[in-house]
């Protein structure tokens, strides 16, 4: 019930989502409301349709067996094989003699003789007693037996009786004992009944199984014998297309012990009668059924029983026993029937509407289990009373059931259901046909209308070139939408053509338009400029020019020669160009336009004549451009030299970014004009191939005696110098570019793949071998580049294989190698022998590059390896530093590639990885250095008085500048007799700052040793002011502030001496005091260094102090007219503090490494 509510809600919402889908389509396209219930229609009447077709071929299916076997006709027995032949010729000789003779019958003038008696067939496996029991039913008319069977029914018998007509089958019918000829007898049979009584084929079957089958055999075989007489019932059921009353009849009931002596008990009438049950009820259930009626039966034997012993002095033992064992019949007859009857969701089930019980005849009598058991005799045999209980059910309870013969409900629901589906899908989808073809109507008329709205009249243009090629463009791309509209029409038109019409017209305008104010002025004035044209015009100019003319001619021919041209891309870019040298003031978004106007052009004007003569004009013009710089080129009848001008569409120059741009995220359009050096396309070897593609065009449009191969020539040997050139030029540009990777990430990638042999260096190495091909004679630096490539491609061959020649000469030695190389000729084997050993020397560059790799992954290790070159020797474990290692094994690679060729080129290019490695290292070790300095020196001077920091920093020996020069600085600086100076290693030094070894010079010469305390003893000496002042003053203090206390020196114009003792770190400020009536002039020497400035100061025993020197009294002192006071002292043992104060540098630079 769950499921089945699921399964109507999911098909409602489906017919929601599908309503709501259809109501957003017509509100979106602006559609009238009928449409989206047309469009409903449709879809409605394509799912009746479907399940109108599904039925139709379902039944089409099961009707082809019942179609098969109707067919039957003398030409098909014909074909049977000769001991089939004769039965199925017998089969059907029989039904026509039977059928001739119902139709001769009386039985005509009740009506059709073949309808108006019922038909009965009788079922059952062989010997189960079918034609006996009919034969002994007593309900025979005269023509009762038209044919029988001796030993068994042949194959069928006719049985004419009074009340009905019965088909008596052979029991090979029902359970096949010859498989194949069996079942084609069978289904033939079937054909003859469906062919001559369509209209009722039968009324109702007999399934008979015999009494003694039920006792002996077990349940598995009786229900398979049900199973193999269900399969020909449901035959039957398909064939007459109806459900039919079938009826048990079980036979040779006297083989039940007792039968006989009950049945002599009967009178004749009774015998006459049928034992059995019918259903009162319409679809009970078999089981239901068969227990009800086989209960039924006994409970009515048990009841005669009752009489029996009530009435008889001396009954029969047999007599009582019998209900016992007939009910003995039950168990087998139910597992024929669950066989037989059993329902499935394959099958129709059949019809049980009865159950009988009858003996045809008595041939002996049976002995029970029980009786054997006690040892009591059997019975001797009775004298035999055919047909027991059968008459009543031939003559009266079969026909009475005639009209229990009806069709399948479920067929006939079918039948009216599937053509409900044909004719409601055919009256929808006729209504959605209708729909669409309304609306097809509608939506062209619509469309026509717009779109002769908008074709009244061709672009009215302005002379404008910018404007005018927009105004077409527009025009274009309107007659492009109605083309593309036409080309989606999906339905038919009906005669609806008005939308083509108006292409058309669109096409005519807007070819004439384009042809009348584009195409014709532009080559009057391609022919006006060439006439112009002169040995001054630039090879440029002439390159656009005839690029413009070759492409036209070969986008033309293949129109003239029915192909579609697949050059769209290149004429673009030609037409394109050539409009923007005629006219400059053009955009070139407006050219491209005007290109791309020019192929539709093409396309729609479809006049092979006029394109004949097109190129035939164009040809002419183009022999005249080549000829108008030829007389200055060796005499030759036209010139090349413009060639390498010409523009190369998806042909790409090689630049500086296709190896550099991935590492320093720069291009050439980046503003760094030493990186934009580039080869230009012409001189790459796709180029070479476009420009002989090209020279064989042109020798197509030209003719033979216009001196192609003399200009050819002379172009060749030109190309060939400009070609190398342009790669020797970019070559030793190349190394320039990496001084443009602006970020540590950008440098430390780049770092790493040049350790690797896929580097930009080697890359553009085997870039420049795979173009240098094409020279036939290259120079001496070019065959290096070649070489080189040879020597990369003989290292991978060897160590792809397993053992490679190198090494197999490494391994054995030179006497092996020569061995080796003697099978081929000396100069050969010298050949390969300086190959392989190049190959080998290459092979150790490569890992002695791979060696640098450390350095540009981890910045210490960069640090520590630039250390090491820049201090040969002093490697990890003494050994020689890698990047020396590197270098020799370059230099030696490089020797042998001298020894034969010109490595001026290439060396740079071998080199270039290592010496990127290096700067990389030196880079990075800068950066620590810079580091170093600002943790080691500079940390250590933040918050010194800046007096003391040279002291401090500069303090031999463990001053902070020598640590840090006997430390990471150590590799990179070294001293002379002019100083201090950076050190070299592989040619390169770190990029100190000069104020940083001026610092080092001035430091190291001005710095002096620092006493644990200095001694000084001062005295005092009369103060002095000037004359004409008002006050004088009449004392003056020093005091020197220690960190164990205060030293006091007081003057009081008498002499007094004090003895100082001074500590660099334990003394600070000198305050000097004095002392007038009502104010004091306080002059304080701040610092660790202010004793040492004090007595500088006073180094002549003597300052003469200023109002100036005292801002906050400088008013105070003008009023009373003081302008100067002389204060003195004599000073013992100064010289010491002062010499501290010796000109040394005072400020620590806090970058040591200058920016590159």
């Known amino acids: 019930m769950i499921r089945k509510i699921l399964k109507y809600f999911l098909y409602t919402l489906l017919l929601l989502a599908l309503a709501a889908g259809i109501a957003f389509l017509v509100i979106a396209k602006q559609w009238p409301w009928w449409v989206g219930v047309a469009m409903g229609a449709g879809i409605l009447g394509l799912v009746l349709g479907f399940f109108f077709l599904k039925r139709y071929f379902l039944q089409r299916r099961e009707r082809k067996f019942v179609k098969q076997i109707i067919a039957q006709d003398d030409e098909a027995i014909g074909q049977a094989p000769l001991h089939e032949r004769r039965q199925l010729q017998e089969l059907q000789d029989k039904w026509k003699k039977s059928v001739d003779l119902l139709r001769q019958s009386n039985l005509k003038k009740a009506g059709n003789p073949l309808y108006v008696l019922p038909w009965f067939m009788v079922m059952g496996e062989s010997g189960t007693g079918k034609t006996t029991a009919i034969k002994n039913a007593k309900a025979n008319s005269p023509v009762a037996e038209v044919n029988t069977g001796i030993g068994g029914t042949r194959n069928f018998d006719w049985w004419f009786f009074d009340e009905a007509i019965v088909l008596d089958t052979a029991g090979r019918y029902s359970i096949p004992i010859d498989q194949e000829p069996d079942r084609e007898e069978w289904e033939r049979f079937l054909g003859l009944l469906a062919r001559y009584r369509k209209k009722e084929p039968l009324n109702g079957l007999i399934l008979t199984v015999g009494a003694d089958q039920l006792l002996t055999q077990d349940a598995d075989t009786l229900r398979e014998n049900g199973l193999n007489l ?38 004749e009438d009774r015998l006459n009668q049928a034992m059995g049950f019918s259903s009162p009820e319409a679809g009970q259930y078999w089981e239901d059924f068969l227990d009800s009626a086989h209960r039924h039966v006994c409970e009515r034997l048990k009841d ?124 929808l989808l006729c209504l959605c046909l209708l729909g669409m073809v309304s609306l097809s109507y509608i939506k062209n008329t619509e469309a026509v209308k717009e779109i002769a709205r908008h074709a009244q009249a061709p672009p009215d243009f302005t002379g404008d070139a910018a404007t005018d090629v927009l105004m077409l463009d527009a025009y274009g791309r309107q007659l ?41 002025p532009m080559d009057k004035q391609l022919e006006k400029n060439i006439n112009q044209f002169d040995t001054n015009t630039p090879n440029a100019v002439v390159a656009d ?31 394109s160009e050539i409009w923007l040298v005629m006219d400059e003031t053009v955009l070139n978004d407006i050219a491209l336009q005007f290109a791309r106007n020019y192929y539709k052009y093409l396309e729609l004007a479809d006049n092979r004549q006029a394109m004949a003569r097109k190129v035939k004009t164009l040809g002419g013009l183009f022999s005249d451009l080549l000829k108008i710089r030829a007389p200055g080129e060796n005499g030759s009848g036209v010139e090349l030299n413009w060639l390498t001008a010409k523009k190369m ?70 190309y060939e110098n400009d070609y190398l050139q342009a790669w020797a030029n970019f070559a030793l540009s190349f190394s320039r570019a990496p001084d443009f990777a602006v970020s540590g990430v950008q440098r430390r990638k780049l770092a790493q793949s040049m350790s690797t042999p896929d580097n930009p260096y080697f ?136 020894a034969s060729k010109d490595p001026s080129v290439a060396g740079a290019l071998l080199e270039g990885p290592l010496d990127y490695m290096a700067d990389f290292a030196v880079r990075q070790a800068q950066g620590v250095v810079q580091k170093k300095w600002e943790s080691m020196v500079l940390a250590n001077t933040r918050g010194m008085d800046p007096g003391r920091v040279p002291y401090a920093i500069f303090k031999r020996p463990d001053g902070a500048v020598w640590k840090f020069l006997d430390g990471p600085a150590k590799p990179f600086v070294e001293q002379g007799k002019e100083g201090f100076y950076a050190a070299t290693g592989l040619n390169r030094s770190m990029a100190f700052k000069n104020d940083f070894f001026l610092f080092l010079d001035q430091g190291a010469e001005g710095t002096v040793e620092v006493e644990p305390e ?73 610092g660790e260094m202010g004793f040492a400035r004090f007595l500088r100061d006073f180094r002549d025993g003597v300052r003469t102090f200023t109002p100036k020197d005292f801002p906050e009294q400088s008013r105070l002192l003008k009023n009373w007219d003081i302008s100067s006071i002389r204060v003195a002292y004599e000073i013992r043992g100064a010289d010491p503090v002062i010499r501290l104060l010796t000109d040394v540098p005072r400020k620590v630079p806090e970058t040591i490494i200058a920016k590159r």
């Open 230 to 267: 269900r399969k020909r019932i449901d035959q039957l059921m398909r064939v007459c297309g109806a459900r039919f009353p079938v009826y048990l009849m079980v036979t040779k009931t006297d083989r039940v012990h007792g039968f006989n002596p009950f049945s002599r008990l009967l009178p």
């Open 304 to 427: 005669f029983r009752l009489l029996i012993i009530q009435h008889a002095t001396r009954p029969d033992p047999g007599v009582l026993m019998f209900p016992d064992e007939f009910e003995k019949l039950h168990a087998g007859l139910k597992a024929f029937a669950e066989g037989a009857f059993q329902e499935n969701p394959y099958q129709e089930t059949p019809m049980l509407t009865g159950v009988y019980y009858s003996s045809g005849t008595q041939t002996g009598e049976p002995c029970s289990e029980f009786v054997e058991q006690f040892g009591i005799a059997c019975p001797e045999p009775a004298q035999a009373r055919n047909g027991i209980f059968l008459r009543d059910f031939f003559k009266r309870i079969l026909p009475a059931d005639r009209h229990l013969f009806r069709p399948i409900l479920e067929y006939l629901k079918w039948r009216r259901l599937t053509r409900r589906f044909g004719l409601t899908a055919w009256a």
């Open 480 to 520: 492009g939408e109605i083309r593309e509209f036409n080309r989606k029409w999906r339905i038919p038109r009906f005669g609806l053509d008005h939308s083509l019409e108006v292409e058309n017209r669109f096409v005519d305008r807007y070819v004439q338009s384009f042809r009348d104010h584009f195409l014709t």
């Open 545 to 575: 020019y005839a690029a413009h003319m070759a492409g036209r001619i070969r986008v033309l021919n293949d129109y003239l020669e029915g192909r579609r041209p697949d050059s769209e891309s290149v004429l673009t870019d030609v037409a």
């Open 649 to 718: 569409p998806h042909v790409s120059p090689v630049s500086m970014d296709r190896y550099w741009v991935e590492f320093t995220g720069q291009t050439e359009n980046d503003g760094h004009e030493s990186i934009a050096a580039y080869v230009p396309a012409a001189y790459t070897r796709q180029g070479k191939e476009r420009i002989h593609e090209f020279i064989g065009q042109i020798r197509q449009i030209l003719d033979p005696g216009d001196g192609l191969e003399t200009a050819e020539k002379a172009f060749w040997q030109r």
């Open 763 to 898: 890359r553009l190495l085997s870039e420049m071998a795979e173009q240098l091909r094409v020279i036939d004679d290259p120079p001496a630096w070019a065959a290096t580049v070649l070489e080189i490539e040879k020597v990369r491609n003989t290292r991978t061959e060897s160590r792809q294989e397993q053992a490679s020649l190198v090494d197999r000469i490494r391994d054995k030695g030179s006497a092996a190698a020569g061995k080796t190389l003697s099978v081929t000729s000396p100069e050969a084997a010298r050949k390969r022998e300086k190959q392989l050993a190049a190959a080998e020397q290459w092979h150790n560059y490569l890992e002695a590059l791979e060696k640098l790799q450390p350095a540009a992954n981890r910045i210490q290790t960069a640090f520590e390896m630039a250390g090491d070159f820049f201090s040969p020797g002093n490697g990890a474990s003494g050994q020689k530093s890698e990047f020396h290692a590197a270098q020799d094994e370059f230099s030696g690679l490089l020797l042998r590639l001298a």
């Open 1014 to 1086: 200095y001694k000084v003893q001062i005295s005092t000496l009369p103060v002095q002011v000037n004359e004409g002042a008002e006050k004088s003053p009449y004392a003056v203090m020093l005091n020197l502030s220690c960190a164990d206390g205060q030293t006091r020196l007081k003057n009081y114009n008498f002499r007094e001496t004090r003895l100082f003792t001074w500590q660099m770190n334990q003394c600070g400020d000198v305050e000097l005091t004095i002392l007038l009536p009502d104010t004091k002039l306080t002059y304080r020497y701040s």
